[in-house]
């Protein structure tokens, strides 16, 4: 008995790249390629990506119980 592979679903459905907009490959998932994986990354490493944090949470100091 031979199995058809239309009938096979992926394991993940393709999204849209973050990098592109392409769709997504199985192998470089969410991205469409290496290259795309590999520009993010870069964006990670230099700072590009930061997490915002307020001034009031810099400021506080932790409070003493005694």
Not at 12 to 26: L, N
Not at 38 to 57: F, H, K, M, Q
């Amino acid at each position: 008995m031979t199995a058809s592979r239309d009938n096979v679903e992926p394991l993940r459905k393709t999204v849209p790249c973050p990098e592109c907009g392409r769709d997504s490959s199985r192998a470089h998932y969410p991205f469409c390629s290496d290259r795309c994986r590999n520009v993010d990354l870069n964006r990670w490493l230099t700072g590009s990506y930061a997490i915002p944090v307020t001034e009031e949470e810099e400021n506080q100091e932790p409070e003493d119980d005694g």
